[in-house]
């Protein structure tokens, strides 16, 4: 039997050395005429790390409770609240009916679609790289299904990759979470990041990102079968995805719900898709919330519903760099400069002369000191009123006449009013100091319009019943938070 595995395997690792090779020869090939060498081939894997669900346990009461004291009157606030708001304790982790007491996690390496550099934006051959996190259960058919996760778009091309999903306990966390309850979940590092990690992060180009994750359940199956899964039933998918994964989770599901093909050799099918405070309107009403001065803490006045005035602030300049970085990377006939202000472009913080393409391809800045290098870049932009806490529109950041090409990205990046014909829920903050909670809302409000009623639900998290303790201040959550999470795991049990 095993040397029947290795002798299976053997062929699949083959075959994906010669889509290595045709993709050397074939570097522009548009998507058609690329689709016969072998998207979703599995080229490696091994078994990474195996978890407990103690593990589990003892990360989720870290991640509940946000720095705070485990017996601090605000975490336990947080409990009861989770237990009001989604009926979750983390008692449940472990006392299922399933007795998971394990969590298998294996990396793996595939073919999927990546963007040629040319500005032509075909696709090519590329080998991307993922985490798959697989409970142990004694029956097959135990697993309740498989969550397809897509990551939220940190800047580090480290901070996802098949090596920080297994060591960084932050980064399993939720996996764990998921699959604790019965859940395979398949986490593509996703394009630019991984294996890709050399190559620029496409951001804006949501479609190739989407396609990595609908290319990795292919990859899946394949290794299913050589770890002892042949029997697995056909399995359900919920598509899933935080802040810029969760705009990606929405094209995946658009792209599977209009193309059938693309699950052709997963073994499984679309059942519903849970997104977490997604990027949905990047040309829209998030870039207004860019564009705007949002400083005030008043309610009645908060247009855009930000949490804090001055974590916006801190975070716009990497988030409009960062656009701009995906976009001329992939379209090289135009420059920094067609975009951003010059001296935004090219500045120097401490004793460095930086630039915005070295600063996100300097795998050495996490994503919060690129957010601290921005900022201060931001800051010292010249203009009549400078960049600052109390003046964060990002229009002294920008070229006056935004290049058309360029918002015309972003607008195809967009995916605001569309039709869908399975179950979808929007999961949002009430304020939102990242991603403007309207992305949510207004999608929600699109949806029902062109969908049965009945299909769309959201969820609205209130940040005053959460605490969370950052640089020593109390405070409400804001985007990054555990909680949303749980609240996909309370749709799950619906």
Known sequence: MYFTKFIRFFYIA????????????????????????????LLSYNLARSYSTDDVVNQANLSICQSLESTSSECLTNLANLKSDFNFQVSQIKENNLNI???????????????????????????MSGTIFVPQTKHLTDIKGIILYYHPAMYNANEFSSTSNIEDATAANFAGLYASQGYIVIMSDLPGYGADGSN???????????????????????????????????????INGFSGGGM???WASYLLQNNSSYLTD?????????LMSGAYDLSGIQFEMES????????????FKVNSGATAAVIKPGMIAFAEFSFINYNPRYKCEDILAHDFCNFTFGESQLNVSNVFMNKGF??????????????????????????????????????????????????????????????????????????????????????????IDAIEIQNDHYYTKLQNILGTIDHTNYMQYIATISVLRK
């Open 14 to 41: 083959l075959a994906g050395l010669i889509v290595v090779s045709l993709a050397s020869c074939h570097a522009g090939v548009t998507e058609q005429s690329a689709s016969g060498y072998g998207y979703g081939t």
């Open 101 to 127: 007491s394990n969590i298998s996690a294996y990396n793996l390496e595939y073919i999927s679609q990546g963007l040629t550099t040319d500005g032509h934006l075909n696709y090519v051959p590329t080998t």
């Open 200 to 238: 620029m992060r496409p951001f804006i180009y949501p479609k190739v990102m989407a396609l990595a994750g609908i290319n990795m359940l292919k990859a899946a199956n394949s290794m299913f079968k050589l770890i002892g899964f042949d029997n697995l039933p056909k399995q359900p998918i919920i």
């Open 248 to 250: 990606i989770a929405q």
């Open 266 to 274: 997963t073994n499984a099918y679309l059942s519903q898709t849970i």
């Open 292 to 303: 705007a001065n949002v400083t005030s803490f008043n309610e009645s006045s908060n247009t």
């Open 366 to 455: 996490s994503t919060s000191v690129i957010n601290q290098i921005f900022y201060a870049a931001a800051e010292n932009v010249p203009a009549i009123n400078p960049y600052s806490i109390v003046n964060n529109g990002i229009g002294t950041l920008t070229q006056s006449n935004v290049l058309p090409e360029f918002t015309q990205a972003l607008k195809s990046a967009n995916l605001t009013s569309w039709t869908t014909t399975t179950p979808l829920t929007y999961i949002y903050l009430t304020r939102d100091s990242v991603l403007t909670p309207y992305n949510s809302i207004n999608n929600y409000n699109n949806l029902r319009a062109t969908s049965d009623p009945k299909l």
